[in-house]
C-alpha cells in the first residue's frame, strides 16, 4: 500500500514553523471512536489536520507546535496497555513515540489536563479547531481560566485565539510533490475501480453489485475506505444528487452514474462517470452526454495558475447552457438564462472543489468578496452535470436523465494535470470499454 513517506510531516511542521512565527502556537485533536450501534464503533479516521502534521493515526491523541520552545513538539497519546492491545491493537505509545513521529517530546493522554496550562503559558495567539470538538473547546476555556488565575504571579494566558484555518488550512491547500504521488496513487486505484464497475454492468443488474466492485477493487489495493459513501445510481435516481441507498435494479436502456473515489493514507478520489447499462448509448443519451463532456472539457481547460477560481465553472455553465438552449429545453440567450438562473432546474451544484486529505477539502474560494486566483500545487475536481427533470414539458426522449463526469485535477504551471484522465469517457472510449 502507498503511504507518504514519514519524512514529509517534520518538513510540513518546519514549514508551519516559519509561518507561525515565535509567539503562536498550534494544538490539534485526532478525535474519538464513534458509536454506529450499541457496543459498535466506526472503523477510526483521524482528524485531516492533526493527521497532516503528525503522521500519528491513533484516536484520543492531541498535538501542540510551538515554535521557539525547547520542546516545540509535544504529543499526548494513549499508554501501551497490553489488555486493550490485546482487544483493540497495538498502539505507539508515550515512549516510543518521540523517536517514531520525530516529535520533541510525548506524554500520556492522562497527563493532558495537567501538562497543557504551562505550555501554553506565554504563547500570544493560540491556533485551534474552534467548534470542531466541544471538549477541545471546553478544555482550551479552562486551560485559559487556570492560567489567567496564576497569571500576576509569571504564567501568561493567549491573548487571542485563532481558528487554525488561516495557518494551516492555506498550507494543505498547496499540495507538495509527495501529496500529488498520493493523490495520483488513490487515482489510479479509482480509475480501476470504475472500470471495473463498466465492465460488469449488464441489464437486471443492481446498483449494490456495482458498488461492491467499486469497493473490491478499493480494498484489494490497499484502501482503507471509500472517501465517502459511493454514489451508484440507476436511471433517474442519478437525478438525486446524494443518492447512496444503492438498492434498485438497473433496468436496459438505463444510464448508471457512479460516484465513487477511494481513500488511501488519508488521500481521497473522486471521481464520476456515467454510463449505459447495456454498453450502448442512446441517441437521446448522447447528446446529453456530449453536452455535458464538452462542458467538463472547456472547464478543464480553462484552470490554470492566475485565474479566477470561478472561471472554470463559468466556462462549464456556458456550454451547459447552450446545449439545453439547442436542444430546446431552455429559452432565449445564454446569458438572459445564466442571469435568471432558469438552468438551475437542469444544474443545480457547482462545477468543483478543492480535493486532498479531505474530499471537500479545504481552502478558501475567495478572498473578501473577489474569487481567489488559481495556484500552482491546487486540486480541484471538475464535475459538471445535466440532470433533466421527468416533466410533461421536456422532450420525451431527454425526460429523467441524469449525467455527471468528474476528474480530479492539479494546477501546474503550464495549466492542468488530470489524475483521473485514465478512466473511460467519451463515448467512443467507455462503448468500446464495456465492449
Ligand atoms: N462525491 C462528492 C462530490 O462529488 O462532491
Ligand atoms: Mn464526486
Ligand atoms: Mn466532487
Not at 72 to 79: A, G, R, T, Y
Not at 98 to 104: C, M, N, R, S, W
Not at 328 to 334: A, E, T
Amino acid at each position: 500500500m502507498k503511504m507518504l513517506d514519514a519524512s514529509e510531516y517534520p518538513k510540513r511542521r518546519e514549514e508551519l514553523t516559519k509561518r507561525l512565527g515565535e509567539n503562536s502556537a498550534i494544538l490539534l485533536a485526532s478525535g474519538s471512536e464513534k458509536t454506529r450501534n450499541a457496543d459498535t464503533h466506526f472503523r477510526f479516521r483521524v482528524d485531516s489536520d492533526f493527521y497532516y502534521l503528525t503522521g500519528f493515526a491513533e484516536p484520543e491523541a492531541v498535538f501542540l507546535l510551538r515554535p521557539g520552545h525547547d520542546e516545540p513538539s509535544v504529543l499526548f497519546c494513549q499508554d501501551r496497555d497490553p489488555l486493550m492491545e490485546q482487544w483493540e491493537g497495538k498502539r505507539l505509545g508515550p515512549e516510543r513515540a518521540p523517536e517514531a513521529l520525530k516529535i520533541a517530546k510525548a506524554y500520556s493522554i492522562k497527563e493532558l489536563h495537567e501538562k497543557l496550562p504551562a505550555l501554553l503559558s506565554g504563547v500570544e495567539t493560540l491556533h485551534f479547531p474552534i467548534g470542531r470538538y466541544e471538549w477541545l473547546d471546553q478544555a482550551v476555556g479552562k486551560w485559559q481560566r487556570e492560567l489567567k488565575a496564576k497569571e500576576r504571579r509569571g504564567p501568561r494566558a493567549p491573548l487571542n485565539w485563532s481558528d487554525v484555518d488561516r495557518v494551516l488550512h492555506s498550507m494543505r491547500q498547496i499540495k507538495s510533490k509527495a501529496e500529488i504521488e498520493q493523490m495520483q496513487a488513490v487515482a489510479d486505484i479509482s480509475v480501476a475501480a470504475h472500470k471495473a464497475a463498466m465492465s460488469l454492468s449488464r441489464p437486471g443488474i443492481w446498483e449494490y453489485e456495482l458498488e461492491a466492485a467499486i469497493m473490491h477493487k478499493f480494498m484489494m489495493h490497499g484502501c482503507q475506505a471509500a472517501a465517502y459513501p459511493s454514489i451508484v445510481a440507476g436511471g433517474e435516481n442519478a437525478n438525486i444528487l446524494h443518492y447512496i441507498s444503492n438498492n434498485q435494479v438497473i433496468k436496459d436502456g438505463d444510464l448508471v452514474l457512479i460516484d465513487a473515489g477511494g481513500e488511501l493514507d488519508a488521500y481521497a478520489a473522486d471521481i464520476t462517470r456515467t454510463f449505459p447499462v447495456n454498453g450502448q448509448f442512446t441517441s437521446a443519451q448522447k447528446d446529453i452526454y456530449n453536452i455535458v463532456l464538452q462542458a467538463q472539457l472547456k472547464a478543464i481547460e480553462a484552470i490554470k495558475p492566475g485565474v479566477p477560481y470561478k472561471s472554470y465553472h463559468q466556462a462549464a455553465l456556458n456550454v451547459l447552457v447552450d446545449g439545453l438552449i439547442s436542444l430546446g429545453m431552455l429559452k432565449g440567450s445564454v446569458e438572459e438564462n445564466i442571469k435568471s438562473e432558469a438552468y438551475k432546474r437542469f444544474y443545480m451544484h457547482g462545477t468543483g472543489h478543492y480535493l486532498g486529505m479531505d474530499v471537500h477539502d479545504v481552502g478558501s474560494y475567495v478572498c473578501g468578496k473577489e474569487s481567489i486566483e488559481m495556484q500552482v500545487g491546487m486540486a480541484v475536481t471538475v464535475e459538471p452535470g445535466l440532470y433533466i427533470p421527468n416533466d410533461d414539458d421536456i422532450p420525451e426522449a431527454y425526460r429523467g436523465i441524469g449525467i455527471r463526469i468528474e476528474d480530479d485535477i492539479i494546477v501546474t504551471e503550464n495549466g492542468t494535470h488530470n489524475l483521473t484522465v485514465a478512466a473511460p469517457k467519451t463515448v467512443e472510449e467507455i462503448e468500446s470499454w464495456m465492449a
